[in-house]
């Protein structure tokens, strides 16, 4: 099993920055992809970016050139770093994970509770 917890959400003026991070803990084989999502009120979770335990990545359109997303792979770790917020980056943003528990190969899929970002002007 993996539980997820999320840190860094908090208030922020427009144009600023903030960094997320989220460590991955429980008994596990390993952790594979690491990625964060966020959820505005009543939508549909979105993709904000990915990363393989490789390093390769995937960033959502519309943060792309903004966020930055990271990994340490000996801390079970994913970091997203946030610039030039805007208001309509205004979610929750969860963490979620991908991760083998047996070692026999077996992936299985894990969220966090989801951490608040606001964006003020």
């Known amino acids: 099993q993996v539980q997820l917890v999320e840190s860094g959400g908090g208030l922020v003026q427009a144009g600023g920055s903030l960094r997320l991070s989220c460590v991955a803990s429980?008994?596990?084989?390993?952790?594979?992809?690491m990625g964060w999502y966020r959820q505005a009120p009543e939508n549909e979770r979105e993709l904000v970016a990915s990363?393989?335990?490789?390093?390769?990545?995937k960033i959502g359109d519309s943060v792309k050139g903004r966020f930055i997303i990271s990994r340490d792979n000996a801390k079970n770790t994913v970091y997203l770093q946030m610039n030039s917020l805007k208001r309509e980056d205004t979610d929750v943003y969860y963490c979620?994970?991908?991760?083998?528990?047996?070692?026999?190969?077996?992936?299985?899929?894990?969220w966090g509770q989801g951490t608040q970002v606001t964006v003020s002007s």
């Open positions: 979620a994970a991908s991760a083998d528990i047996s070692g026999w190969g077996t992936e299985d899929h894990y």
């Open positions: 429980g008994t596990f084989f390993r952790i594979n992809d």
């Open positions: 990363i393989t335990k490789g390093g390769s990545m």
